[in-house]
C-alpha cells in the first residue's frame, strides 16, 4: 500500500534526502547534533542494504531533534517540526508528553500545595511513581518546587495594572512559565533591576511561548497559546510597549519563530505599498534613517509561488505577528541599550565570585550579540569568563531531558559542555536559560543564576 504525499513519513523523508544531498551537517553538526548523527547513520544504512526506512525509525528520528536552532536551514528545521506534529496528529501523543508539555498547567496545580507536592515528589515511592506515570527518567533530578509563583508575587507588587500613563521607560513583561512557576527569583530580580533603573514594568495575563508543545507536535495547543499572547501583546505594543523576555527561548519564539514567512503575506505586502508583481523584503537588521525599514525587492514572477505565509502561525493575523516580533527584546539587550541611554541612578557593585557565563542556544539564534555578558563586565572587578563555543549546547531541550528514553542522550550532550565549565573553576555558573539552569543543577554541584540574579544581588538592602 503506498504512503500518503501528505505522511509523516513522506516529510522526513524529504529532510533526510534534502540534508543527504547536501551533507553540510555531516561534518559540521554530527558529534554536536543528536538528529544528524542519526539522520546519516539511518541513510548510509538504507543505502547500503537497499532497504526503505520503517516507520519506527523515521518517529525515533524526529523526536531527536530538540530544536536548539544551531543548524544552517531553517527550512529543514521547520520540516522536521512538520514532520513530528504530523506523526501526533495521526497517532496521537502519549501521557508523559501531555503531562509535561503544558508546564503552566503543572505549575498551577502543584503549586496548589508546593510543600505537599515536593514531600511527595521526594518522597522514594510516590516520586518513582511520578516518574513513571510521566514518563520521566528515574535518575532526572526534578526541581524544588517554591513557595510561591512570580504571580502571586507580581500581583501583590501592582504589576499588574499598566503603568499611568506619560511613563518615559515602560515595557510589558513575558515572564515564562519556568520562571513563573519553578523559579519566581528570576523574573523577581528583573522586576527589581529595572525598576532600580528607571523602567515600569506591566506584567499582563499570557500563556506559553508555546515551544514546549511545538517541540512535542501538538499543534492546536501551541496555537492556541499563541493566537492568545499574539492578540493581547499586539494591542500592548500599539500603547507604546516594548515586550521584554528574560527566558531566551521565549524570545527566540517571539521574534524568530513568530513572524517566520509573515512578510509575504499579502496583508503585510498591502501595508507596506509594494507595487503588483513585486515582494519587498526588509532587510534584517537595517533601517533607513529616518525612511524606516530598508528593503529587498523580490519578482513574484520567479519566486512568488513558493514565497507564502503558510508557516506554522500562518493561521494568526501576520501583521500582529510582526507587531509582537519587531518589538520584542530580550531584558539584557533592552537594559544595555537602556544604559548606554541613561546614566543608572547608582554605579555598579563590585562582583567578588568568579562567575562562567553560558550563553545558550536561544539567546545565540537572536543575533543580539552578549548583552548579559557586558552588562556583568560593568561591575568592579567582575572576573567573568564564557562558554559559548558555536555548537555548545546543554542538551536538556526543555522538556526533552526529562524523558525517560532522551535522558542518557542529554546527558551526552551536556557533559562536553559542563567540563568546559568545570575547568574554569567557577564560584558560580551564569546563564539566563532555565532549561540550561536545570541541566547544570543535574550535573554539577555548583551554584547557578540567571545573570539578572547576579545584577539585583547587590540591591537586596533595598529590595521589598
Known sequence: MSVPLSSPENKISEVIEACADCEQCRHMMASECLFFDALYRLHDQAKENGQPLVTDDLRELVDLCNYCALCSCPDIRASIIEAKTRFVERDGLTLGPRLLEDVARMGKLCGLFPKLANRMLTNGRTGRLFKRVAGIHTDRRLPVLPDASFD?????????????????????????????????????????????????????????????????????????????????????????????????????????????????????????????????MPVEGDRATGAGPAFNNIRKSIYGKILKDDGY??????????????????????????????????GFEPLRQRLVYFAPCHQREQNIDRPYLELLRMHRGAMVD???????????????????????????????????????????????????????????????????????????????
Open 313 to 346: 502561525f500562518a493561521s494568526i493575523d501576520p501583521l500582529s505577528r510582526i507587531a509582537v516580533a519587531e518589538n520584542t527584546m530580550d531584558a539584557g539587550e533592552y537594559l544595555l541599550k537602556h544604559y548606554q541611554r541613561e546614566q543608572p541612578r547608582a
Open 152 to 280: 502571586a508575587w507580581a500581583r501583590r507588587q501592582g504589576l499588574m495594572r499598566k503603568p499611568a500613563s506619560g511613563v518615559v521607560h515602560k515595557v510589558v513583561y513575558f515572564a515564562g512559565c519556568s520562571g513563573r512557576y519553578l523559579f519566581p527569583e528570576v523574573p523577581q530580580a528583573l522586576v527589581h533591576v529595572f525598576r532600580h533603573a528607571g523602567i515600569e514594568i506591566y506584567f499582563p495575563a499570557q500563556q506559553c511561548c508555546g515551544m514546549p508543545t511545538l517541540l512535542e507536535g501538538d499543534r492546536k495547543k501551541t496555537l492556541t497559546f499563541m493566537a492568545a499572547n499574539v492578540e493581547r501583546l499586539a494591542a500592548l505594543v500599539a500603547e507604546g510597549f516594548t515586550i521584554v523576555c528574560s527566558c531566551p527561548t521565549c524570545g527566540f519564539v517571539l521574534k524568530k519563530l513568530l513572524k517566520e514567512r509573515a512578510y509575504y503575506a499579502d496583508a503585510y505586502q498591502t501595508a507596506i505599498g509594494a507595487e503588483a508583481g513585486i515582494l519587498k
Open 386 to 464: 564564557i562558554v559559548d563555543d558555536t555548537y555548545d549546547c546543554c542538551g536538556m531541550g526543555g522538556i526533552m531531558g526529562y524523558k525517560r528514553e532522551f535522558h542518557e542522550h542529554s546527558i551526552r550532550l551536556g557533559t562536553p559542555v559542563m567540563e568546559k565549565i568545570a575547568a574554569r573553576r567557577p564560584d558560580l555558573i551564569v546563564t539566563e536559560c532555565l532549561s540550561c539552569r536545570l541541566q547544570f543543577m543535574h550535573l554539577a554541584d555548583t551554584p547557578v543564576a540567571h545573570p539578572l540574579e547576579v545584577m539585583a544581588a547587590p540591591l537586596d538592602e533595598v529590595w521589598e
